[in-house]
């Protein structure tokens, strides 16, 4: 057990430095590293990987909220899109996680890795830096935002992920956000379309059998306390870190990590027999 405890410590540290830095949720590293715990604990894939989505997005909240505090106080939170994009993702994560719910674990497994997979590709071609206007007047209106949110929502309740990965790319792309405010906003968006996930996956787990000790519902309690207490403090850090460098050289650590999970949850490595 203690050896679990070093992990889950040191990955939620992770996801805090990754949300804050980049204005994603962070889930990229918790839910595989979470599904894996479980899976060692002796519970089943199906419920393992349920287990892991909904943990994930209660991680997500309070490190989007303590990154999105520091992003604001830099000025670089655009909350007139936030509360839209927000509360729209809300939505979205309760139909999401409603979905994953009647989704074979196998495939909400493989279907993780191939979005991980796809975003470590994304990011490691560096879009988002190309892309980093500073002087660029962001554009968008309500039902721009709304338009936004509501699908992200959707991707994260039914992957786990805080959907940042996504929302970030489409601010910079669709709407002319300059990048550090993309990230602001996400962050800052996160905090409520990770709430409709965490709601559907408490609801829907609820009376199943065979949960973790401490759980409500697919959200793990002691998993949660591990992880929340590294990355909260730590998305600080991030946040700093992204107001002060360049973050290239990070962003392509982040690609390669991410490309190794979506390949390992994928069953890529075991499939060759490589001991990866």
């Known amino acids: ?11 939620g540290a992770g996801a805090g430095f990754a949300s804050g830095l980049l204005g994603i949720g962070g889930g990229f590293v918790t839910v595989p590293v979470m599904y894996w715990v479980i899976v060692a604990m002796g519970i089943p894939e199906a419920t393992a990987i349920m287990t892991a989505f909904g943990t994930s997005l209660l991680v997500v909240l309070p490190t989007a909220i303590s990154g999105a505090w520091r992003h604001s106080r830099r000025k670089a939170v655009c909350w007139r899109a936030a509360l839209i ?24 497994k493989t279907g993780f890795g191939g979005l991980v997979l796809a975003m470590g590709i994304w990011m490691g071609l ?14 968008g209106n309500r039902w721009a935002f709304a ?8 991707i994260s309740g039914l992957t786990g992920l805080g959907g940042g990965a996504l929302l970030v790319p489409a601010l910079v792309l669709a709407l002319n956000f300059p ?12 905090m409520f379309t990770g709430l409709g996930g965490i709601i559907g996956y408490m609801a829907h787990g609820i009376g199943v059998s065979g949960l973790l000790p401490y759980s409500i519902g697919y959200v793990n309690l002691p998993i949660w306390l591990c992880l929340a207490a590294t990355s909260v403090p730590v998305a600080q850090l991030g946040a700093k ?6 973050a290239k050289q990070l962003r392509y650590v982040f690609a390669m990590l991410m490309a190794y999970v979506g390949l390992k949850m994928i069953g890529v490595f075991s499939r060759l027999e490589l001991p990866l």
């Open 179 to 190: 990048v550090h405010v993309a990230v602001g906003t996400s962050t800052a968006s996160i």
């Open 126 to 139: 560096g879009a988002m830096p190309r892309l980093a206007r500073p002087e660029a007047e962001s554009r």
């Open 241 to 246: 870190a992204a107001h002060a460098l360049p």
């Open 85 to 108: 994009v927000g509360p729209c993702g809300l939505a979205g994560g309760l139909v999401g996680s409603t979905l994953a719910a009647h989704v074979p674990g196998r495939v909400l």
């Open 1 to 11: 057990m203690q050896n679990y405890l070093i992990i889950l410590l040191v990955t």
């Open 147 to 154: 338009a936004l949110g509501f699908p992200v929502g959707i």
